[in-house]
């Protein structure tokens, strides 16, 4: 079974740039998250999507990210423009069931920002 | 800010010795996770407990539920160089059905 994939795995980028990130979760999932990883913290939850809907998106600083997820499989997390702040790994995950089962996580893109 | 706590924050071990580390949470968990994210790796998950005071084996780690579904601990016995990474929790919290990720320990072996 393949795995959560996502690209590109690393990004350097200059403040005020945009950048933008893929996930093709696992066939089935109907849930797919977007996670920011910051160096020496726990995952932040951005972004759940079950399908094509979302359904947190409490945490997404939306003045700056968006993320779509058309026809409710693949997935795009864009961030415009970029801060310092921003330098973390980006980790895409997808589950089973609605409710957090356990989640597959893809080997995430790492931004810096320069 | 983070609603689940873990403790340590590092965990420096001999090879063969045991250890634990411990999450907490300020609110009552439905489900708690535990995932292992190796050096520049990703979180892989280990295990989800539901029940109240659960306690769950794989080979060398036993992970716990609280009774009162608000902390959980992981134990390794005989650690070895293979056990070296960051474990995370991860509780499902009952108000809103939210997963929200501990900062992890961080467990470096020494041979």
């Known amino acids: 079974e393949a795995g959560v994939a996502q690209s590109p795995r690393y990004k350097i980028i200059e403040k005020r740039q945009s950048v933008a990130f893929w996930c093709n979760p696992i066939?089935?999932?109907?849930?797919l998250y977007w996670y920011q990883q910051i160096l020496g913290q726990g995952p932040k939850l951005l972004i759940q999507?079950?399908?094509?809907?979302?359904?947190?998106d409490s945490q997404l600083p939306k003045d700056r990210f968006s993320a779509e997820r058309l026809k409710g499989v693949d997935s795009t997390l864009k961030i415009q423009p970029a801060k310092l702040e921003d330098s973390a790994v980006y980790l895409c995950?997808?589950?089973?069931?609605?409710?957090?089962?356990?989640?597959?996580f893809g080997e995430g893109s790492r931004l810096t920002v320069l | 800010g983070q609603q689940v706590m873990q403790i340590p924050q590092y965990q420096h071990v001999q090879e063969g010795e045991d250890f634990t580390t411990y999450c907490n949470s300020s609110?009552?968990?439905?489900?708690i996770q535990w995932y292992k994210q190796r050096p520049g790796g990703h979180p892989v998950f280990l295990i989800q407990?539901?029940?109240?005071?659960e306690v769950k084996k794989q080979k060398r780690l036993t992970f716990q539920f609280g009774e009162a579904k608000k902390n959980s601990s992981l134990h390794i016995t005989a650690t070895q160089t293979t056990d070296v990474g960051t474990y995370f929790c991860?509780?499902?919290?009952?108000?809103?059905?939210?997963?929200?990720f501990g900062a992890g320990t961080t467990v470096t072996v020494r041979a």
């Open positions: 995950a997808s589950s089973l069931e609605g409710v957090p089962g356990e989640l597959f």
């Open positions: 066939s089935g999932h109907a849930t």
């Open positions: 999507f079950q399908n094509n809907g979302v359904v947190d």
């Open positions: 609110t009552t968990l439905s489900n």
């Open positions: 407990l539901v029940k109240s005071g």
């Open positions: 991860a509780g499902l919290r009952s108000n809103d059905y939210k997963l929200s």
